[in-house]
Nanobody
């Protein structure tokens, strides 16, 4: 069993930066790839990025490639999403999720409750 809690969301101006954190409880955290998924108002959930269980590999959606960086610290049971050069289109609730396939926004074993990111123009 893995429980995920996101933090770090907020309001930022376009061009600014935020760092999201996803902290997990459970002894099996280091065995899971962790993804960030987002959902904007009125839209379907969208895959953002995934980091492998070891932290050695990552996958990004084309819409965030070059602007977002995913990383993890297994000693702290935490995954990070550094978001730079933010755009209004990045406004969404951001969820972390464990145990899914890269590139997909569904089919994960565990989900956090989400954190709101709002980018003003």
């Amino acid at each position: 069993q893995v429980q995920l809690v996101e933090s770090g969301g907020g309001l930022v101006q376009a061009g600014g930066s935020l760092r999201l954190s996803c902290t997990a409880s459970g002894r099996t955290f280091s065995g899971y790839a962790i993804s960030w998924i987002r959902q904007a108002p009125g839209k379907e959930r969208e895959f953002v990025a995934q980091v492998s269980a070891s932290g050695g590999d990552s996958v990004y959606a084309d819409s965030v490639k070059g602007r977002f960086t995913i990383s993890r610290d297994n000693s702290k049971n935490t995954v990070y999403l550094q978001m730079d050069s933010l755009k209004p289109d990045d406004t969404a609730v951001y969820y972390c999720a464990a145990g899914g396939v890269p590139g997909r926004s569904t089919g994960y074993d565990y989900w956090g409750q989400g954190t709101q990111v709002t980018v003003s123009s």
